[in-house]
């Protein structure tokens, strides 16, 4: 704030009367905090999506923080007049907002770390030629001492003592992963008619469709004010991606600009979808695409699945359409 008065004052001393101060910045790191300061204090702020500026495709290019900088000047520039193309906004979200996103991002970073450690496991008992062991298992502890080597030896006492604080470790991820999980519960039965948690109990009335499953997909995509399902596909990064130049024409994939989260979730969703809904409308599509001698992918079939699956659950939530064909929960329901 002392800065930008410092240059209201400068502009005043100069002969120019400053009715209007805007200020941008790139998303990264520090996320909306700054945005949200700045508009406490009726100053117009914005946050640049950063990928969607265009840059130079050239090879080998100047790069310099004063170059970034004016190129983002002239984007936002023509931004300001109203030209859209230039650049994007990131919506910024409320505290609030970004604090309900906390729960199913721990969660998942906890269940990495659960794979890790059971895997790093795994990979140490091999090692000693120790292959029908399971360490995930909740006795594994006291099974632990009783092991023996294909030579007929215990395992060795510094491999032994790194095995029982891995499995130390393991049981303090599971007591957390439990206790975000019986929180969400929580939240749910105290207010179950707020917003998001109305969506969420919504979606967990499907099945198929886990609490955590819902949770993140209503906190991550479809409690946003999406313009329309073309907006949500390409937000979740389920949209093509074409390459097209004179006379060549070939699709790339997946664009993967949106939201890696949600890309992942939903397309571990599609499966499980196909397993729990198979007359659904959606199902039936899947399998006329990919059955018989002339099938198509199925690994390629399963992200049309889930954008049309993300796209479906979306109208479910907004308009409270249930797609075709599709069973819920008569308890949730």
């Known amino acids: 704030m002392r800065l930008l008065e410092g240059w209201r004052e400068q502009a005043v001393r100069s002969g120019q009367l400053v009715s209007r101060i805007v200020l ?5 790191r520090d996320g909306f905090w700054l945005a949200r300061w700045l508009r406490a204090r009726d100053i117009e702020s914005y946050v640049i999506h950063s990928t969607s500026v265009a840059v130079s495709r050239e090879h080998r290019r100047a790069k310099t923080d004063r170059l970034d900088t004016e190129m983002l000047i002239r984007v936002f520039l023509g931004w300001l007049r109203g030209e859209s193309r230039h650049c994007k906004m990131v919506a910024v979200p409320t ?3 970004e604090d309900a996103k906390r729960p199913s991002r721990e969660r998942e970073s906890l269940v990495g770390e659960r794979t890790r450690i059971i895997n790093r496991m795994k990979a140490a008992l ?5 292959r029908d062991f399971k360490p995930g298992l909740l006795k594994a502890p006291q099974r632990l001492g009783e092991l ?6 215990p395992i060795p006492p510094n491999m032994l003592d790194e095995l029982r604080r891995d499995m130390a470790r393991l049981a303090w991820v599971r007591e957390q992963i439990g206790a975000i999980e019986q929180a969400r519960l929580e939240r749910l039965e105290r207010a ?3 917003g998001p948690h109305a969506m969420v109990r919504l979606l967990a009335s499907v099945i198929g469709v ?4 819902a949770d993140m997909l209503v906190q991550e995509v ?3 004010n999406l313009r329309d399902r073309r907006a949500v596909a390409r937000y979740a990064g389920l949209t093509g991606a074409p390459d097209e130049s004179g006379a060549k024409r070939r ?5 993967k600009t949106g939201n890696a989260r949600v890309r992942r979730g939903l397309i571990q969703l599609a499966w499980r979808f196909l397993r729990f809904q198979k007359n659904s409308a959606l199902g039936q599509w899947y399998r006329a695409r990919t059955e018989g001698d002339l099938g198509k992918r199925k690994a390629t079939m399963i992200v049309a699945l889930a954008r049309k699956l993300l796209i479906a659950l979306w109208r479910l939530v907004t308009t409270g359409e249930v797609p075709v064909g599709v069973l819920l929960r008569t308890e949730a329901a």
């Open 222 to 224: 479809l409690s946003r």
């Open 95 to 97: 505290l609030s907002q």
């Open 210 to 213: 886990g609490v955590e499953t």
């Open 251 to 255: 699709e790339k994939g997946l664009a």
């Open 126 to 130: 091999i090692r000693l030629g120790i």
């Open 148 to 153: 023996r080597t294909p030579e007929e030896v």
């Open 24 to 28: 941008a910045f790139e998303a990264g």
């Open 192 to 194: 179950p008619s707020n």
